[in-house]
């Protein structure tokens, strides 16, 4: 699928009618295709959800990202109800006040509901304080309810963490990683792709060797590897650009190599040729001819692209390689499952693999839908 | 066709000694190293002599050398054979590391097998009953496999395990059969143990392949001569199995090169959280107490074995396609 840098009309045009309008850009064509595939448009919703409640986590968490209950270390979900004990119907839902016991047997601290407390959930309330953007000061949270009551909708963790509220902070970390792990990966196998392509002989030569070593080693013990090289005395943002580039590294060799195919493939067409007749500079040519056919593909490669790094920054983090604390994504929060008699007794604390789970399902259907609508022989 | 191979092979040697060098870099990059480590923790649990015990031990493992020479040194006694030896285990890491890898075998060799029999079934009965229910079904099983790594899948069916039966199937025995003679009461301890990584590796290995086996061979079945078999009046199953599978599995042979490397590393992670004495866990360990010559050694294995695994692919899909000859 090739891109005609000017279309300009061959057929003269008698004075006085009017330019034929232009037909679809190839643009509009793949969004055309992508629409129809209805997985396609479910896994970009569910994407654009998650994504929202990401940029707006403080508003949609109840409670802030360390706030500790002392008192409710490593509860169970507060269940949202609407009939109560009696029978009666409540709007909006409301939960049960709770206390701690101790088990006599087994010494263990259960949480029992308070069946006569009743705490209506309240939307637009104010809570903690935070900064909207970083910019303006506000309380406003979308739902929480009134003190002494909790509303815990995944549990809470050891330290008495809200499980929820920190699902939606860690968001941040676990969502963007992979975004600035693909874009390194693209900026750098797409460029080196199309220069060894293009170039060919001995910068090809060496280029393919190069990535050849990378791809000649195991990718987990890759990762664990790099990952384990990032000075931990580091401050938490640099190491998130750390786990960044480590993911990147590991995937660049892949990109590049399918970029460079399309490369050797592209160099013989005519409109490259008759560019190189007219003395066009080589910088021009890669940028204006040969990297605009790669974007469809590259695209495609780094929407598939994401959720291993997504899953690769969670295993990392799981295993204590990862982002460091104070910051926090699903791969830490997931870390308090890895002591495996805590997580017998408190299952809820594998509630981050769910929304693992949903986001790389969803990024798997967009980036089937896109090969399908960047594919022009797709079948039905 | 043979000096394909030889150049191939030939090949291999740079490609592995870059790799002993980067896992060595890799490794020497964070601060610090395994004894100044080590001897922080004597002291901080007060024992004495610690600083001394730490030149010592410096001395036997060559740390005080620039490690261009360390390298150096180690890579040549790494082709005679001599891997170095292990500090955490105080033993030459031959003998920690050779141990484990029968385990190793038994456990992911079953998984292999198993996950790509059903994948490879699943796949095919995928692509000819394309969009019916089951069809669906299968592709929603698939990408739960795909969108979820195997480790928390073991995590999940642990606590499953432990809600149905009251025991934690952690490591590979428990507590009343560690020192035990074998027994079938031992063997049977141990598939109650070995069934929950086996069923969290199988469930995710199956996903992929049957994803890439459905897509594969529905691109083969819209290829003309599918339409031509069946117009000649070739029985439907002779069309599917004898013609299109085996076309459609030539770009899983490309994947089989990588199943040799798979064997020993791909499971680490699922083998650590479940306490398993198996490679990946000792790989891990090296890597974060920076057990440099354990841990360079294990990688240099594992890329020697994706390298050899994906020589034989190639060699394989050469002899298997007569219209790919390499010259």
């Not at chain 2, 060098?21 to 002291?43: H, K, N, T, W």
């Not at chain 2, 691109?219 to 003309?224: G, Q, Y």
């Amino acid at each position: 699928m090739t891109v005609a840098s000017e279309a300009k009309p061959l057929t003269p045009v008698a004075a006085g009618t009017e330019e034929p309008k232009a037909a679809m850009t190839v643009g509009q064509l793949m969004w055309g295709r992508f629409r129809r595939n209805r997985l396609a448009m479910f896994g970009m919703s569910i994407l654009i959800v998650i994504y929202v409640s990401m940029i707006f986590a403080d508003f949609f968490a109840p409670y802030g990202v360390d706030t500790t209950h002392e008192l409710y270390t490593s509860a169970p979900p507060n269940g949202l109800h609407v009939i109560d004990a009696q029978g009666k119907f409540h709007w909006p839902p409301f939960v049960y006040g709770f206390e701690a016991q101790t088990d006599p047997d087994t010494l263990r601290r259960t949480y029992v509901p308070k069946t006569s407390e009743i705490y209506p959930l309240g939307f637009f309330v104010g809570g903690e304080p935070y900064r909207m953007f970083g910019v303006f000061a506000t309380t406003v949270h979308l739902f929480s309810v009134s003190e002494p009551g909790k509303v815990f909708l995944l549990g809470t963790d050891s330290n008495g963490h809200d499980l929820f509220s920190r699902v939606l902070y860690g968001s941040r970390v676990s969502l963007t990683v992979g975004l600035v792990g693909v874009f390194l990966s693209v900026v750098l196998g797409a460029f080196i792709g199309v220069v060894s392509g293009y170039y060919g002989g001995v910068i090809d030569n060496i280029v393919q060797r190069a990535i050849e070593v990378i791809s000649s080693i195991p990718q987990i013990p890759l990762w664990l590897g790099l990952a384990a090289a990032v000075p931990p005395d580091w401050s938490p943002l640099r190491v998130y650009f750390g786990i960044a580039v480590v993911l990147s590294l590991v995937t660049w060799g892949g990109l590049a190599r399918q970029v460079r195919g399309i490369v050797l493939s592209l160099r013989e067409i005519d409109f490259v040729t008759a560019a190189r007749y007219t003395n066009c500079s080589t910088l021009r040519i890669i940028s204006r001819h040969l990297l605009p056919n790669t974007l469809s593909h590259v695209l495609v490669i780094a929407t598939l692209a994401i959720p291993g790094m997504i899953l690769g920054e969670t295993s990392l983090s799981f295993l204590g390689l990862g982002i460091r604390p104070p910051m926090t994504s699903w791969g830490i929060l997931l870390n308090e499952a890895q002591r495996v008699r805590v997580l017998i007794q408190e299952p809820w604390v594998l509630w981050p693999a769910f929304f693992v789970l949903l986001t790389i399902v969803s990024f798997n259907f967009v980036g089937d839908g896109l090969r399908d609508a960047a594919d022009p022989f797709a079948g039905e | 066709m043979l000096s394909y191979i030889a150049r191939r092979a030939l090949m291999t040697i740079p490609t592995l000694l870059m790799v002993a060098l980067i896992s060595f870099v890799v490794m020497e990059l964070p601060p610090g190293d395994y004894v100044s480590r080590y001897v922080a923790q004597l002291e901080a649990s007060g024992q004495s002599g610690a600083r001394d015990r730490g030149a010592t031990l410096r001395k036997v493992y060559g740390l005080d050398d620039p490690a261009p020479k360390r390298f150096v040194v180690w890579l040549g006694r790494f082709v005679t054979g001599d891997f170095g030896d292990s500090m955490i285990y105080q033993r030459p890491v031959r003998e920690v590391v050779l141990p484990r890898v029968p385990l190793t075998l038994a456990l992911t060799l079953p998984c292999f097998i198993i996950s790509w029999i059903i994948g490879l079934s699943l796949g095919i009965y995928s692509a000819t009953h394309q969009y019916s229910i089951g069809d669906n079904l299968l592709t929603v099983v698939a990408f739960l496999g795909l969108g979820l790594p195997a480790f928390l899948i073991a995590l999940a069916l642990l606590v499953f395990n432990w809600q149905v039966s009251g025991e934690a199937m952690i490591g590979l025995v428990s507590l009343e059969y560690a020192n035990a003679p074998w027994s079938l009461a031992k063997v049977l301890d141990v598939a109650k143990h070995l069934w929950i990584p086996v069923a969290a590796v199988v469930f995710t290995g199956m996903a992929w392949v049957m994803r890439v086996m459905r897509g594969n061979l529905l691109d083969e079945l819209r290829v003309n001569y599918v339409q031509a078999a069946r117009a000649k009046g070739v029985p439907e199953r002779v069309v599917i199995f004898r013609h299109a599978v085996r076309n459609a599995f030539h770009p899983l042979i490309m994947a089989l090169g990588g199943v040799l490397a798979w064997l020993v590393s791909g499971t680490a992670i699922v083998e650590l959280v479940l306490g398993l004495p198996t490679l990946g866990p000792l790989y891990i360990q090296a890597t974060l107490e920076q057990d440099v010559y354990l841990a360079s050694s294990i990688l240099v294995f594992f890329a020697a074995l994706l390298v050899f695994g994906n020589l034989l692919a190639d060699i394989a899909l050469a002899w298997l396609d007569p219209r790919i000859r390499y010259d």
